[in-house]
């Protein structure tokens, strides 16, 4: 059997209203075991040929790689934005209760 390999996916909400929309089904339908709104995000991008200077949340989900791309759809799906930020990062290393928790409150990839 594989290793269960989780990641953190970073994905980026203009407000608490769609941040909710997003987050909420992550997590009811299994594809992530917790996300965390983090508010106050200030975001300075480039989008069309001009510089963005804009008051964002950010979503910090815990999934499995495996789940990497139903997580993309569903935030697609969902997401006010046209390209919302859907961006993933290993986690390298959590204790074994937790990354026990994290495999079990997510579904088979």
Same mark, same amino acid.
């Given at each position: 059997m594989p290793p269960m390999e989780p990641i953190v996916v970073l994905i980026t909400a203009? *407000?608490?209203?769609?941040?909710?929309?997003?987050?909420?089904?992550?997590?009811e339908e299994g594809?992530?075991?917790c996300v965390n709104v983090v508010p106050?995000?200030?975001?300075?991008y480039r989008w069309e040929g001009a510089i963005q200077n804009e008051v964002e949340?950010?979503?910090?989900?815990k999934t499995r790689s495996a789940l990497?791309? *139903?997580?993309?759809?569903?935030?697609?799906?969902?997401?006010s934005y046209e390209n919302p930020?859907?961006?993933?990062?290993?986690?390298?290393?959590?204790?074994?209760?937790?990354?026990g928790w994290l495999r079990d409150s997510t579904t088979q990839g």
């Open positions: 203009p *407000d608490a209203k769609t941040a909710r929309k997003v987050a909420t089904p992550l997590v594809l992530a075991a106050g995000l200030r975001s300075i949340l950010m979503l910090v989900a990497f791309e *139903d997580v993309g759809e569903c935030v697609r799906r969902l997401h930020e859907v961006i993933a990062v290993p986690i390298v290393a959590g204790t074994a209760p937790y990354l």
